[in-house]
C-alpha cells in the first residue's frame, strides 16, 4: 500500500462548482502536510500548507483530518485555471526523504 | 523574484551515455532537492543538500552521483544511463528553517534516452 494515496480522477467540474478531493496517508506519526498543484509538463508549485486547525486561502480551504489520516481540499467557485493536477505532500519526518507525494488528481474545470 | 533556475531544459542522450544537470537554487536558500518524475508518475525523490553536505538520500541509482558547489549550485551527474532514466528531473530549493515541505521548484529538465 502506497503511503500517500489519491483518487487519480480525472474530476470533471462545471465552472462556478465547488469540488473537493481527499488524501489518505498511512503513517500516523506524519508531522506536515501540503498541497501542490502541477500544471501538464510543468513544475509543481505549492499551493497552501495545511494546518491542524485548518486553513482557507480564498477560493482553496485545507483541512486535515487525524483521526482518519486524510487531508481534504476545497476549491470554491471553480475557475477554467483550476484545471491541473493537485498533488498531495506529506511529511513523515526523518528528512527530506521522509517527504513523500501522492499521484495526483487531475482536475479538470469545464466551460 | 528570482526562481530556481535548471538547466538544460531539454537534453536527448543514447543509451550508456553520460549527462548532467544543473541547478541554481533561489538565493540565500540552504537546501536542494532531486526529484525524478516519469509519465504520469509522481516526483520521486533522490538526493538532497544542505550548506553543501548532502543531507538525505533516496532512491538515487548507484549510477547517479550528485554535488552542491560553494556558490550553492548543485549538479547531477549521470552515467551509463537507461531507456528508463528518461523522465523530468526537477530540482528544488528551499530555507531549513521554514520547514520541510515548502519547496520551490524549477521548470525542470526532461531528459531522453534513445
Known amino acids: 500500500r502506497k503511503e500517500v494515496e489519491q483518487d487519480p480522477g480525472p474530476f470533471n467540474v462545471p465552472e462556478g462548482a465547488t469540488v473537493a478531493f481527499n488524501c489518505t496517508y498511512s503513517?500516523?506519526?506524519?508531522?506536515?502536510f501540503f498541497w501542490y498543484r502541477q500544471d501538464c509538463r510543468k513544475e509543481p508549485k505549492l499551493l497552501m500548507s495545511?494546518?491542524?486547525s485548518g486553513n482557507e486561502d480564498g477560493r482553496f480551504t485545507a483541512q486535515l483530518n487525524r483521526a482518519s489520516q486524510y487531508i481534504s481540499l476545497l476549491i470554491r467557485d471553480s475557475k477554467l485555471s483550476d484545471s491541473a493536477t493537485y498533488l498531495c505532500?506529506?511529511?513523515?519526518?526523518?528528512?527530506?526523504?521522509?517527504?513523500?507525494f501522492g499521484k495526483g488528481t487531475h482536475l479538470i474545470i469545464q466551460p | 523574484a528570482a526562481g530556481v533556475i535548471q538547466s538544460p531544459r531539454h537534453l536527448i542522450k543514447e543509451k550508456r551515455e553520460t549527462a548532467t544537470l544543473k541547478c541554481y537554487p533561489i538565493?540565500?536558500?540552504?537546501?536542494v532537492y532531486w526529484y525524478q518524475q516519469g509519465p504520469g508518475q509522481d516526483p520521486q525523490f533522490l538526493i538532497s543538500?544542505?550548506?553543501?553536505?548532502?543531507?538525505d538520500k533516496g532512491s538515487i541509482p548507484d549510477r547517479f552521483s550528485a554535488q552542491q558547489f560553494s556558490d550553492y549550485h548543485s549538479e547531477l551527474n549521470m552515467s551509463s544511463l537507461e531507456l528508463g532514466d528518461s523522465a523530468l528531473y526537477f530540482c528544488a530549493s528551499s530555507l531549513a528553517g521554514s520547514g520541510i515541505g515548502e519547496l520551490f521548484f524549477g521548470e525542470g529538465s526532461r531528459l531522453t534516452v534513445l
Open positions: 505532500v506529506v511529511n513523515a519526518g526523518g528528512g527530506a526523504d521522509g517527504l513523500t
Open positions: 543538500f544542505y550548506e553543501k553536505m548532502q543531507s
Open positions: 495545511v494546518y491542524s
Open positions: 538565493p540565500r536558500h540552504d537546501t
Open positions: 503513517n500516523s506519526a506524519s508531522q506536515s
